[in-house]
């Protein structure tokens, strides 16, 4: 069975502070995406990054970074100087390529709110 | 480019009515993909079609039905409308069924 847990319901930072979003996932398929989405209050779901299960390495893109460890089944995303404009409920997602539709499965959710 | 539209954006049911929301995908994408979310839970999965063709089925009844169109377009339709199908329901499009899916704005529906 497929399953993603995000374990931080809410997390409240101050305005330039660095913050980690928590993401385990559980898949049996041996080839799997692993994405991040960000939903602000508009409700529409903006993709930020996807990740092959091949490709461990870690990514940077500005203020955002990526960690992958498949030891741990962790794919974790930290925003570096985070801003009022990151608040906003992010989701990490699963997409399981060998079995089933090649559908989503999300985690619950962390809502992020930074403090100004 | 304009990315994924959905209509309509808010909807106000009474139980028992159908309601159908529609979808269009990005242009150039093949697959659509619809997700209900309920208020403080992630999306879950409805459905996924590619070039007309239902690839995918979420746990859902079969008062749930979709359909695409030849223009890649996309209806879900819902029957026999409860409380409980009171969510924000999004469509998400891409260029094949394995492949980063981009979502449109949502359509909130109300049943009362």
């Given at each position: 069975?497929?399953?993603?847990?995000?374990?931080q319901t809410e997390?409240?930072?101050?305005?330039?502070e660095?913050?980690?979003?928590?993401?385990?996932?559980?898949?049996?398929d041996?080839?799997?995406?692993l994405?991040?989405?960000?939903?602000?209050?508009?409700?529409e779901l903006?993709?930020?990054?996807?990740?092959?299960?091949?490709?461990?390495?870690?990514?940077?893109?500005?203020?955002?970074?990526?960690?992958?460890?498949?030891?741990t089944?962790s794919f974790?995303f930290?925003?570096?100087?985070?801003?009022?404009?990151d608040?906003?409920?992010?989701?990490?997602?699963?997409?399981?390529?060998?079995?089933?539709?090649?559908?989503?499965?999300?985690?619950?959710?962390?809502?992020?709110?930074?403090?100004? | 480019?304009?990315?994924?539209?959905?209509?309509?954006t808010?909807?106000?049911?009474?139980?028992?009515?159908?309601v159908?929301?529609?979808?269009s995908p990005?242009?150039?994408?093949?697959s659509?993909?619809?997700?209900?979310?309920v208020?403080?839970?992630?999306?879950?999965?409805?459905?996924?079609?590619?070039e007309?063709?239902?690839?995918?089925?979420?746990?859902?009844?079969?008062r749930?039905?979709?359909?695409?169109?030849?223009?890649?377009?996309?209806?879900?339709n819902?029957?026999?409308?409860?409380?409980?199908?009171?969510?924000?329901?999004?469509?998400?499009?891409?260029?094949?069924?394995?492949?980063?899916?981009?979502?449109?704005?949502?359509?909130?529906?109300t049943?009362?």
């Amino acid at each position: 069975a497929q399953k993603v847990t995000q374990a931080q319901t809410e997390i409240s930072v101050v305005e330039k502070e660095d913050v980690t979003l928590d993401c385990v996932y559980e898949t049996r398929d041996t080839t799997y995406y692993l994405f991040w989405y960000k939903q602000p209050p508009s409700g529409e779901l903006v993709f930020l990054i996807r990740r092959n299960s091949f490709d461990e390495q870690n990514e940077i893109s500005g203020r955002y970074s990526w960690n992958f460890q498949k030891s741990t089944s962790s794919f974790n995303f930290t925003i570096t100087a985070s801003q009022v404009v990151d608040s906003a409920v992010y989701f990490c997602a699963l997409m399981c390529l060998q079995t089933g539709a090649n559908n989503l499965f999300f985690g619950t959710g962390t809502r992020l709110t930074v403090i100004p | 480019d304009a990315g994924v539209t959905q209509s309509p954006t808010h909807l106000i049911k009474t139980r028992g009515q159908h309601v159908t929301l529609r979808c269009s995908p990005i242009s150039g994408h093949k697959s659509v993909s619809w997700y209900q979310q309920v208020l403080g839970q992630g999306p879950q999965f409805i459905f996924q079609y590619y070039e007309k063709e239902e690839r995918g089925r979420g746990n859902f009844p079969d008062r749930f039905s979709a359909r695409q169109f030849p223009n890649y377009s996309s209806e879900l339709n819902v029957n026999a409308l409860l409380l409980g199908d009171s969510a924000l329901y999004l469509c998400a499009s891409s260029l094949r069924v394995a492949d980063t899916q981009y979502f449109g704005p949502g359509t909130r529906l109300t049943v009362l």
